[in-house]
Nanobody, 123 residues
Framework: QVQLVESGGGLVQAGGSLRLSCAAS????????MGWFRQAPGKEREFVAA????????YYADSVKDRFTISRDNAKKTVNLQMNSLKPEDTAVYYC????????????????WGQGTQVTVSS
């Protein structure tokens, strides 16, 4: 069983920054890709970013590319999401995940999910 616990959400003005963190336990952290999904009110969950187990490969949704940066520390079993230049449309619950890509057209999915942390960006 894998446990993922997010922290770092909150309220920020448009143009501001937030850093989300996720602490993992219960599995061989270094063997998993890690990442983030989000779900805005009234919308489906969507992929945000992912990072391979080695950290060598990163993947981002087009909507966050060049604004968000994902990183991990395998020794501490943590994964982080630095979010800069935040926009009101980034408002969502953000979930820490163990994502994998099923290829088109299925896209990204995840085996494990954290409980989520709220990010609210005011205009």
């Amino acid at each position: 069983q894998v446990q993922l616990v997010e922290s770092g959400g909150g309220l920020v003005q448009a143009g501001g920054s937030l850093r989300l963190s996720c602490a993992a336990s219960g599995h061989t952290f270094s063997g998993y890709g890690m990442g983030w999904f989000r779900q805005a009110p009234g919308k489906e969950r969507e992929f945000v970013a992912a990072l391979s187990w080695s950290g060598a490969s990163t993947y981002y949704a087009d909507s966050v590319k060049d604004r968000f940066t994902i990183s991990r520390d395998n020794a501490k079993k943590t994964v982080n999401l630095q979010m800069n230049s935040l926009k009101p449309e980034d408002t969502a619950v953000y979930y820490c995940t163990t994502p994998y890509n099923r290829g088109p057209p299925l896209g990204w999915a995840s085996e494990y999910w954290g409980q989520g942390t709220q990010v609210t960006v005011s205009s």
